[in-house]
Nanobody, 126 residues
Framework: QFELVESGGGSVRPGGSLTLSCTTS????????IGWFRQAPGKEREGVSC????????VYADDVKGRFTISRDKTKNTVSLQLNSLKPEDTADYYC???????????????????WGKGTRVTVSS
């Protein structure tokens, strides 16, 4: 059964750090590109960062470049998102999902496909 489970969310002060993990099971992890998305209160869900199945291509939203880092561990079937220099505007529910590999590699876009986790909440507040 296709499953993605997020973990690592929490409450931090501005400037703090968190590491989010997306643990996957039920499918061949090596064949799928994975992305992180977030939805802030009252806003639409947006792509944050995505990484290709071969770990070669990755993209970031403009407002997280230089602060967030995506990586994947094929031994653990996980995709992690390191969040540094967090700002109050990073407060959101963060989700991982499978993404369209062609749009990622060719167009540099994070477009989710069919499989999503249930999310983990990140709160940045002083």
């Amino acid at each position: 059964q296709f499953e993605l489970v997020e973990s690592g969310g929490g409450s931090v002060r501005p400037g703090g750090s968190l590491t989010l993990s997306c643990t996957t099971s039920g499918f061949n992890f090596k064949e799928y590109s994975i992305g992180w998305f977030r939805q802030a209160p009252g806003k639409e869900r947006e792509g944050v960062s995505c990484i290709s199945s071969d770990d070669i291509s990755s993209v970031y939203a403009d407002d997280v470049k230089g602060r967030f880092t995506i990586s994947r561990d094929k031994t653990k079937n996980t995709v992690s998102l390191q969040l540094n220099s967090l700002k109050p505007e990073d407060t959101a529910d963060y989700y991982c999902a499978t993404v369209n590999p062609i749009r990622l590699i060719v167009a540099g876009r994070c477009d989710a496909t069919d499989h999503w986790g249930k999310g983990t909440r990140v709160t940045v507040s002083s």
